[in-house]
């Protein structure tokens, strides 16, 4: 049973920086595409970064050169560091593959203010 947990969320002005953290238990980590998403109260589950299992990065327009996703194969973790950031980032974030999704995990809410 994979499990993901999702960490490091708070409540930052805008302009300010958070880096959220995600465990992955029970998979073959070294192997997946993982990914950071985010859903905004009444919006769908957006896709923000991916990483592909050799290091590779894509990011939405909406976060290109504001947000960095990381890994650590051997700790089965994912970050997103997240700077510049705007009250439009407001949401639940979640991190999981790229496809064939694991059960969703609880995510961490970032909150920005104006």
């Known amino acids: 049973q994979v499990q993901l947990v999702e960490s490091g969320g708070g409540l930052v002005q805008a302009g300010g920086s958070l880096t959220l953290s995600c465990t992955v238990s029970g998979s073959a980590f070294s192997l997946n595409d993982m990914a950071w998403y985010r859903q905004a109260p009444g919006n769908q589950r957006d896709l923000v970064a991916i990483i592909r299992q050799f290091g590779t990065t894509y990011y939405a327009d909406s976060v290109k050169g504001r947000f960095t996703i990381s890994r650590d194969n051997a700790k089965k973790m994912v970050y997103l560091q997240m700077n510049s950031l705007k009250p439009e980032d407001t949401a639940v974030y979640y991190c999981?593959?790229?496809?064939?999704?694991?059960?969703w995990g609880q995510g961490t809410q970032v909150s920005v203010s104006s």
């Open positions: 999981n593959r790229r496809s064939s999704w694991y059960n």
